[in-house]
């Protein structure tokens, strides 16, 4: 068996209803957080780990996603008739950045469905998972800090973080036990999305595995889960209770920064956070957000409707009026 990671698989079919009418024609993934789509950023973080062959396990509607990996000869022709070099460079980055292999989900039956996807091209091999919805700051060490914990251990290896309380419902919780090495823990049990009150504790699973190919074995046979979906967190659970065949599961506890680009408000704190760092964005940014902060009034003089409900007049009339 191959011990050496080289695989990192992002599952990309969720269908994006947090972000409607936003996903309606365009993947989740797509959404820019600052200048890039929020796929390229976990793509770069495989690649600076070492990763370079990437397979994306999408759905329907993910033409966006392959196209934005490959070339544009058009617009490539177009930036070097204008002398644009930099952002040419830009453009033909995320042509460059990976070897990329897709797959299709067919029936989006949960994330360890999306990972079962991945079995052909992965082998029998330890591989990566990355969750597209967590952005994980790339000054921040995480990815290969677990890749140096699955080789040691040879185990599968979670990313954990610590979370409010009242946030783990969100999450899939974790029982660990320490192992002597600092942030390193061994974990006894997993539970997705518990209730508050039956957590085991308050380490939740971030975005991030490494897991051991027997995950495909256990995958096969988990049962449907939490909301109907066949859970990984159910089946890592099962590889955390017979460590003799599978190896065990294992946890790093990570804390930098992680923007979680899932929910429309984080995703929006997302933005904010990573373009006040940026050295082109920052310096004009961080003043204005000083000045914007000073002048909020507790409750906004004006609110902004979300959307109307029912269109604001017939839609015939409405037709006739722009024809
Ligand atoms: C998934 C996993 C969950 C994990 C989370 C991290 O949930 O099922 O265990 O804690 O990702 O972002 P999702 O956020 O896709 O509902």
């Keep these: 068996m191959v011990n050496h990671v080289t695989k990192a698989v992002i599952p990309a079919a969720g269908l994006g209803t947090r972000f409607l009418p936003a996903t309606k024609a365009m993947p989740k993934e797509m959404l820019p957080v600052v200048d890039k789509p929020a796929i390229q950023y976990v793509v770069e973080e495989a690649v600076d780990a070492g990763l370079h062959d990437v397979l994306m396990v999408t759905g329907r509607n993910k033409n966006a996603l392959e196209n934005h990996f490959d070339r544009n000869a058009e617009l490539e022709e177009t930036l070097i008739k204008k002398g644009d070099t930099d952002r040419l460079e830009k453009v033909n980055y995320s042509t460059a950045l990976a070897d990329l292999h897709y797959v299709r989900q067919g029936d989006p039956k949960g994330l360890g469905h999306a990972v079962l996807r991945a079995k052909m091209h992965v082998g029998r091999e330890p591989f990566a998972v990355l969750l597209g919805d967590d952005i994980i700051d790339a000054r921040d060490e995480l990815l290969s800090k677990m890749l140096d914990v699955q080789n040691r251990y040879n185990t599968t290896v979670v990313a954990l973080m610590e979370v409010p309380p009242e946030s783990i419902h969100l999450y899939g919780a974790a029982a660990v036990e320490e192992t002597g090495e600092e942030d390193v823990v061994r974990i006894t049990g997993l539970v997705e999305k518990p209730k508050r009150e039956d957590a085991p504790s308050n380490y939740a699973i971030i975005g ?97 409707e979300e959307m109307p409900a029912e269109p604001a007049e017939p839609l015939e009339s409405v037709a006739d009026t722009t024809r």
């Design 208 to 304: 991030r595995y490494i897991l051991r190919p027997e995950v495909f074995d256990v995958l096969e046979r988990t049962e449907p889960g939490r909301g109907g979906e066949i859970q990984l967190t159910d089946a890592l659970e099962s590889m955390a209770q017979a460590p003799d065949w599978t190896g065990g599961v294992y946890g790093v506890v990570f804390r930098g920064r992680r923007y979680d680009t899932g929910d429309r408000l984080d995703y929006i704190k997302a933005i904010v956070q990573l373009a006040a760092d940026r050295e082109d964005l920052g310096p004009e940014l961080r003043p204005w957000l000083r000045e914007f902060a000073d002048g909020l009034a507790d409750e906004p003089e004006e609110i902004v």
